[in-house]
């Protein structure tokens, strides 16, 4: 979950993202995060999800971790951030509406 950030900061992680090259997503409802996450991250196509091996999995792995990643609210700006340089691990990050309506009330 994100943690309070001033507008600068959030300014600064929006703008270093693009310059990196992340892809950052924009996720509408709960149907586009499953899908995304699903398919760019576990790279499983959604079709293939409606086999019975593969519903088994996906209740017992998949749903759980949906679960774990879901942002708090929607409509939301998802982005990957790197937390270990050497493992590559990533940590998926969130900035929300309201956060977006601050940044843009302090530039106006």
Known sequence: M???LTNAAMCR?????AEQ???MKTLK?????RRWI???HFLIPMDQIDGNKMLQIYE???SPTLNLLRPREFPCLAYCESTNRVTNNQ???YIYQGEFESI????S
């Open 91 to 93: 940590e998926i990050k």
């Open 60 to 62: 017992r792995d998949i």
């Open 29 to 33: 409802n709960e149907d586009e995060y």
């Open 38 to 40: 699903i398919e760019d």
């Open 13 to 17: 992680i929006i703008l270093l993202a």
């Open 104 to 107: 843009i009330a302090s530039l």
């Open 21 to 23: 090259g992340k892809i």
């Open 2 to 4: 994100m943690t309070f």
